[in-house]
């Protein structure tokens, strides 16, 4: 049992947590709680680290006694956590490596591309709507949020695992490898010539999202095929990313279904 704060194992969860580079450099990412634990694809599992009070429930000890594993002091494992209130168990995966291909070699394929997103809860909850909707995937460029940080994490309530995504270098570059795919770019933006509901999403289709605060910048804006917009009633000039992404995503879903 780890019993102490200074255990080498312990100080590098608490790096993973707080540190991209320390998850880039080592492949690793960490994700909390017993939902993260019980849906995680086995191959994906480095090690689970459970508090001493969880040893007491077989059912869960069942399940992680088949895994590399330790146990921790509780004292310590609140240390380890990233969150207020610990659910007693953390579990260090590998991160996924996923291609283009992958995301972009199914048939129409419905893709989500976030330029300098930067908000984790954003960007959680983008791949986890994008799950339910049926999306592909999600490219983001280098500038994005990391998707391992462990607030995304905990937003994704489990999609990371299911959901691919990839970093690109820019929008502009990678337009221009989506036309090459036939798929048809659209800039969510406050100039858009169209409403969203009036445009075909049913053939290959990939939405532009930019940053929080400044939108796309021109230059991802100009290299897309078409700039839509959501439109406001009030004075609310634009919706947060995730919520705009989640109406996109929808409307292409529900035009698929009625194909």
């Known amino acids: 049992m780890i019993t102490s704060v200074n255990n080498g194992q312990v100080k590098n969860i608490i790096q993973l947590n707080q540190k991209t580079k320390a998850r880039r450099e080592q492949g690793l990412f960490v994700a909390e ?36 594993y330790d146990i921790v002091a509780d004292s310590v494992f ?23 291909e992958d995301i972009l070699g199914g048939k129409n394929p419905l893709v989500m591309v976030l330029e300098d997103l930067q908000d984790p809860g954003n960007a959680g909850t983008i791949l986890r709507t994008g799950e339910g909707a049926g999306v592909s995937g999600v490219l983001l460029t280098r500038t994005c949020v990391d998707i391992t940080n462990p607030k995304v994490i905990r937003s994704t309530m489990g999609s990371v695992y299911r959901m691919p995504f990839l970093y690109v270098e820019s929008v502009v570059s ?25 445009e075909s999403y049913t053939r290959g289709t990939a939405f532009l999202i930019g940053n929080e605060g400044k939108g796309l910048t021109e230059e991802a804006a100009n290299s897309a095929d078409c700039l839509i917009r959501i439109p406001m009633c009030g004075k609310v000039e634009s919706l947060n990313a995730a919520m705009a992404s989640g109406i996109l995503m929808y409307e292409a879903a529900r035009q698929r279904r009625q194909q």
């Open 33 to 68: 709680g017993r939902k993260m634990f019980g849906e995680a694809p086995a191959d994906w599992i480095e090690k689970v680290y459970v508090s001493e009070a969880l040893t007491s429930d077989p059912a869960l000890m069942e399940q992680v006694e088949k895994l590399p």
């Open 78 to 100: 609140r240390q380890m956590s990233d969150t207020q209130t610990p659910q007693g168990i953390l579990t260090v995966l590998r991160r996924p490596s996923y291609t283009l």
């Open 174 to 198: 990678l337009t221009q490898e989506l036309k090459k795919h036939n798929i048809r770019t659209f800039a969510a933006h406050l100039k858009g010539r169209n409403s969203y509901d009036q």
